[in-house]
């Protein structure tokens, strides 16, 4: 099992900066890739970026490409998600999720939310005009 604690939603303005935090406990040693993901009022769960945490590779949604950068820290077993330039578009409840197991598995495998095996409560991000 893996536990996954989300951090550092708020409120803000158009254009403005945050940083989530994700924190991995439990079985960690087992975990292939992390993962963000977000889902807004009334709209399916969306991929936002992932992270494969043993090389750090990284991919991204067209929609956050330029403007969000994930990272991971792998002595702290957390996954950050750092948003710049945010838009109003922007504003959802944000998860992380965290898959377990497997040699390889491609970007397009990575950007489902049906293949993540664990997940955390979420955060809200409201981005205001």
């Known amino acids: 099992q893996v536990q996954l604690a989300e951090s550092g939603g708020g409120l803000v303005q158009a254009g403005d900066s945050l940083r989530l935090s994700c924190a991995a406990s439990g079985r960690t040693y087992s975990t292939y890739a992390m993962g963000w993901f977000r889902q807004a009022p009334g709209k399916e769960r969306e991929f936002v970026a992932t992270?494969?945490?043993?090389?750090?590779?990284?991919n991204y949604a067209d929609s956050v490409k330029g403007r969000f950068i994930i990272s991971r820290d792998n002595a702290k077993n957390t996954v950050y998600l750092q948003m710049n330039s945010l838009k109003p578009e922007d504003t959802a409840v944000y998860y992380c999720?965290?898959?377990?197991?497997?040699?390889?598995?491609?970007?397009?495998?990575?950007?489902?939310?049906?293949?993540?095996?664990?997940w955390g409560q979420g955060t809200q991000v409201t981005v205001s005009s």
């Open positions: 992270i494969r945490w043993s090389t750090g590779s990284t």
């Open positions: 999720a965290a898959k377990g197991g497997g040699t390889y598995y491609s970007d397009l495998t990575l950007a489902s939310p049906s293949k993540y095996d664990y």
